[in-house]
């Protein structure tokens, strides 16, 4: 940072540089983001900025008249977070200029996740941007940095595999539903079991649009405890096999030691069911669900190996596309510098 | 016949080509692990489909009749039939790989009739007597068979979407097909349309029949009653719930090369073969 002149920069710790104990140090929670931005508005030199502030990282990317105006704002940051700066500078990443773009790109994009390929960053990148437009803080290098990276991110993430296919269990319990029903609006659920694991998956479902959801445990207090979030009805746990023919997809997590349903239970629901075929999603340890009855036809059966190893497939194909993608956001960081640079130094072409 | 320097064939191979492009590109997007564009997909089998289209028309034109007249037209009528259909389908309901399943049948159907220079023997011109209603009929008759074809390619898709579930394996060709349900429904309506179809072709030749019980061969009635029989049994087992999932398409598939095996026992049951036309339908 020593060359003199204008900078664009970015300065910050993420889950790549900093352990969970320091980043919980440094996470803007409550009324820290207010107070960092106070203290960056009245940095003088700092012309614009922006603060993006997730669970795995806090960035503040700016444009500062002089490489020193960093320096002051790094001491304004440890500061506010009452952290030794030798303690930050060993833990911080600090880019600048075409770095910084390609830096932002990458984690707009999903690449720089821990989670590779989530597509929730992208939305608190949108916030970031948005919240410091409001606040008059981005200026002509920013915004369109921020613009064109939204632009690239939806690209790579509608033209690569960076995004496919899900990472978690009960997303990729969600994801084989929609493979055998295609919608779940008119999907039933029973969720057998009010633990935790049973509940997650539950609410997962009802996220994706589940029109009904019905929950049975051998404590029925509890199944009406979690019915209730879900505004679900709730099953004594010795009715559960005459519901069984009425619900498409059946969640099991009970801390039952032996299979609580039976390929004897699953092949009489299917007969009276018809067409629409039965998804088992098997949950528990030891397994809820006689393995036999994925020999029922248009009975499908996972289990929790099955749906971790699914999983896991997933984030394969998402690293191995990575070199990909960061050979694409390569070219896009590349062209949007050389767009962006002159406006660090004043200059506004008009496109 | 030629249009614009091309004969009636050349025509036809021009669709090949096309539904051939069609195959190809759906299976290195398959190869890539690459959602294959819909859009370019159905732009190249819609291209495929005007070239058979013209192909057919310039056939019609110089048999004076619909062109299904010997094996050879047989099969590309079948094959435009299925892809007339897929472009409904196709553009209504969005099912993913069914263009590609569409264009590997076709592709299939036009260039094994293209390649058997032997089932393109001339036929008399005005085979079907000059009579409209017999020539609607036949004409129905294979635009069932053309229904049937998609109702195989569904089928087919379900039988593949089932085994993925079952077997675990999610990735490759098996990402990119559509639900069971949705796959169900569509079937479901294909039978229902096949079966209506063929139930009006035989309603309208049973009535040429009846006013001249000799002018059909045995055989020909025999067969064509089992095959809209057994299609007419399969829906409604299937309306009543007693055929489903993968009993149902098994059974569909079954049905198809059945009805697409009887085509030859059925044109070879026609009138004995009279002298050529003089104009000409040579293989290029």
């Given at each position: ?5 204008p900078?664009?920069?970015l ?66 940051f440890?500061a ?5 700066p ?23 994009a ?23 437009q ?33 990472i ?29 694991i ?42 559960m ?12 997590s ?14 009489a ?43 896991d ?5 998402r ?21 962006v ?11 | ?32 692990d ?14 495929g ?53 569409t ?14 220079v ?9 085979l079907?007597?000059g ?30 979407q ?49 006013e ?34 993968q ?26 073969m ?11």
């Amino acid at each position: 940072m020593s060359a003199p002149g204008p900078i664009l920069f970015l300065l910050g710790a993420t889950h790549h540089t900093a352990p969970l104990e320091l980043r919980e140090k440094l996470a803007l929670a409550g009324d820290k983001l207010e107070a960092l931005r106070r203290e960056l508005r009245a940095l003088p030199d700092l012309r614009e900025f922006t603060v993006l502030n997730t669970c795995n990282r806090v960035e503040i990317y700016g444009v500062a008249a002089q490489p020193e105006v960093v320096a002051r704002l790094q001491s304004a940051f440890c500061a506010l977070h009452q952290m030794d700066p030798a303690l930050f500078e060993r833990i911080r990443l600090l880019l600048r200029d075409g770095q910084a773009v390609q830096h932002l790109l990458e984690v707009a994009a999903g690449v720089d996740s821990q989670m590779v390929g989530e597509a929730e960053i992208l939305g608190q990148v949108k916030d970031a941007y948005v919240a410091a437009q409001a606040q008059g803080t981005t200026g002509p290098v920013l915004n369109r940095m921020f613009q064109k990276t939204f632009q690239a991110a939806k690209h790579v993430r509608t033209h690569t595999a960076i995004g496919e296919g899900q990472i978690s269990v009960a997303s990729v319990a969600v994801d084989l539903a929609l493979k055998i029903f295609g919608q779940l609006e008119r999907c039933r659920v029973l969720v057998l079991g009010a633990g935790e694991i049973g509940g997650k998956t539950a609410r997962a479902f009802k996220s994706r649009g589940v029109g009904q959801i019905s929950v049975s445990s051998r404590r029925f207090e509890q199944a009406e405890e979690l019915a209730r979030e879900f505004g679900a009805r709730a099953i004594p746990f010795d009715q559960m096999g005459e519901a069984l023919p009425e619900v498409d997809i059946a969640v099991c997590s009970t801390a039952a030691p032996e299979a609580v349903v039976t390929h004897g239970m699953a092949a009489a629901a299917m007969r009276r069911r018809a067409i629409r075929p039965l998804f088992f999603i098997d949950l528990a340890m030891p397994r809820n669900i006689d393995p036999g009855v994925a020999t029922l036809s248009n009975v499908f059966l996972y289990n929790l190996d099955d749906l971790a190893r699914i999983a896991d497939e997933n984030l394969a194909l998402r690293q191995a596309e990575t070199l990909r993608v960061r050979a694409l956001l390569t070219e896009k960081a590349d062209a949007l510098w050389r767009q962006v640079a002159p406006r660090i130094n004043g200059d506004f072409p008009e496109s | 016949m030629i249009f614009l320097g091309f004969t009636d064939r050349a025509w036809m191979w021009l669709a090949a080509i096309c539904y051939l492009a069609g195959l190809v590109l759906g299976t290195v997007a398959l190869l890539r692990d690459r959602r294959q564009s819909r859009l370019a997909m159905y732009a190249i089998v819609a291209l495929g489909f005007v070239f058979q289209t013209l192909g057919l028309y310039l056939r019609g034109r110089a048999s004076h009749s619909c062109p299904i007249g010997n094996t050879f037209e047989i099969f590309q009528f079948t094959a435009w039939s299925a892809i007339s259909l897929f472009l409904v389908v196709g553009a209504t309901f969005r099912l993913s790989l069914l263009g590609y399943f569409t264009s590997c049948l076709s592709a299939v159907l036009t260039l094994v009739s293209l390649a058997t220079v032997s089932w393109d023997a001339p036929h008399r011109a005005g085979l079907f007597g000059g009579n409209a209603w017999i020539e609607f009929h036949a004409a129905l008759a294979l635009f069932s068979y053309g229904v049937f074809a998609l109702l195989a390619l569904t089928s087919s898709m379900y039988l593949l979407q089932t085994y993925s579930l079952k077997s675990k394996h999610l990735h490759g060709l098996f990402s990119f097909l559509p639900s069971i349900l949705e796959l169900d429904l569509i079937s479901v309506r294909l039978l229902v349309v096949g079966v209506v179809l063929m139930t009006w072709s035989l309603g309208v030749g049973s009535v040429h029949w009846l006013e001249d019980l000799a002018s059909v061969d045995l055989a020909k009635l025999l067969i064509t009653s089992a095959v809209w029989l057994a299609y007419a049994v399969v829906l409604f087992l299937r309306l009543r719930s007693r055929l489903v999932s993968q009993r149902l398409a098994w059974t569909c598939l079954v049905l198809f090369a059945a009805a697409l095996l009887s085509l030859g026992p059925i044109n070879a049951s026609r009138h004995p073969m009279k002298p050529a036309a003089p104009h000409s339908m040579a293989p290029i």
